[in-house]
């Protein structure tokens, strides 16, 4: 009885956790229904109106190195996430009945605070304190579950928009993100320890990878922003989101080759899917064959895709196979970073180092979109986007092997557990 009720436990959090990632990172993929009428409503430009998106992604980068530094401090996470909820409660009421863009702009400020302390960074935190063994599953289920969320919400804002208007309709919106926020908040402590457990699967040892680089051992080399290591860790993940971004543009390259408007959504989705079903896949391969190997796996989908998407050969089919492919690039961009960073820095360094790179991630995005725009406008074709994203994946890859090399051949950074 003792046992089940432990286990009990880190089934609460594993669901909580996925609950949390379905509303705080998959309902805001699908946060574009709403810019039409609100575009419409406040008699604004689209770019007007999509701005308060872009400089609340960009908030949220450049707050969640203050959320790690509140817990290093000895925060409780429960306060943390009280205060955030609230923000993100608050801002969600101001936009939906912002009178002006400017007015959304400023809500979207808060609203990046709050979101800051609960996506992508305190989600794989969680995951990371409470599971040892299956964590790259668990991630992968967590962040597949954001997909998910996205796409069975598009359609359900969308007819609640055209049913209540879209002011009545981003209230439901912003409502269900905080319920899915609440289980965490109440029964999920950040720790395991906090309730007198260890880390699921932490005494287990599994014979069958001991000879391979289990997503769940660490060699916790010392975090130093300007080492070579953490350098290139974050030139692979620049490279990783530029190479995301080009989803943005999915629907209108079909359109360039010719394809009409349904096509270049079904291209759209096609990524999409290759998005959901890349992170379970890659966690679970993670979990078998080791971080490095399971990005290199993803990457070399991600060249085929584009590839195939550059040619264009063998007409719409061949195109969506192709888009399917792209799409695991987002394994990488979120899972797979997220993996390499706890595997090369540890357990103890992981909140410091990933948060730097959130930043560097949200920085990379912005200007990600708005390259690949430049380059069609340059040239009149979306060739040499997709040529760049090519050439990422090659450094990308570059930086995959030195840092395999570094980390496993040459540690000559101190670790930090020595």
Request: proline share 3%; glycine share 10%.
């Amino acid at each position: 009885m003792e046992e089940k009720r432990l286990n009990i436990r880190y089934v609460v959090v594993a669901v909580a956790v996925c609950l949390m990632a379905c509303g705080t990172m998959g309902l805001p993929n699908a946060y574009g229904v709403f810019y039409t009428p609100m575009s419409d409503a406040l008699g604004a430009g689209r770019g007007a109106v999509t701005m308060h998106m872009s400089i609340s992604n960009l908030i949220i980068g450049l707050f969640t190195p203050i959320v790690a530094k509140s817990l290093a401090h000895n925060h409780k996470i429960r306060n943390v996430l009280m205060v955030a909820t609230t923000l993100v409660l608050v801002s969600g009421v101001v936009i939906a009945f912002a009178p002006s863009a400017l007015i959304m702009d400023v809500a979207a400020v808060v609203r990046g605070i709050g979101f800051a302390a609960v996506s992508m960074f305190i989600i794989t935190l969680y995951i990371g304190n409470w599971f040892q063994k299956g964590r790259g599953t668990i991630t992968g289920i967590a962040l597949s579950g954001s997909g998910i969320g996205s796409a069975i919400a598009s359609p359900i804002v969308t007819a609640c928009i055209g049913s209540f208007g879209y002011q009545v309709a981003y209230l439901g919106f912003v409502a269900f993100t905080v319920l899915t926020i609440l289980p965490v908040m109440l029964f999920c402590p950040l720790t395991p320890e906090e309730v007198g457990l260890k880390p699921y699967g932490a005494d287990e040892m599994d014979e069958d990878t001991a000879d391979a680089e289990p997503a769940s051992e660490d060699l916790g080399l010392k975090l130093v922003l300007l080492s070579p290591t953490f350098i290139v860790l974050v030139v692979f993940v620049i490279a990783i989101v530029l190479i995301t971004t080009l989803s943005g543009h999915m629907a209108s390259l079909a359109q360039d080759y010719g394809y009409s408007a349904q096509v270049g959504a079904l291209l759209l989705s096609a990524s999409m899917v290759g998005n959901v079903v890349s992170k379970f896949a890659l966690g679970a391969i993670a979990d078998r064959i080791g971080a490095f190997r399971a990005c290199v796996i993803s990457l070399v989908t991600t060249l085929v895709g584009l590839l195939l998407i550059l040619f264009n050969l063998g007409g719409q089919a061949a195109l969506l196979a192709s888009g399917f492919l792209y799409g695991t690039c987002f394994s990488i961009g979120s899972l797979g970073i997220s993996l390499l960073t706890r595997y090369i820095f540890g357990d103890a360094q992981y909140a410091d180092a990933y948060s730097t790179i959130s930043l560097v991630t949200s920085v990379a995005s912005a200007l990600g979109v708005v390259a690949s725009g430049l380059a069609y406008d340059v040239t009149g074709s979306y060739a040499a986007p997709i040529i760049a994203g090519i050439v990422l994946v090659g450094v990308a890859g570059g930086c995959l092997a030195y840092l395999h090399w570094r980390v496993t051949t040459r540690p000559w950074e101190k670790r930090a557990r020595a």
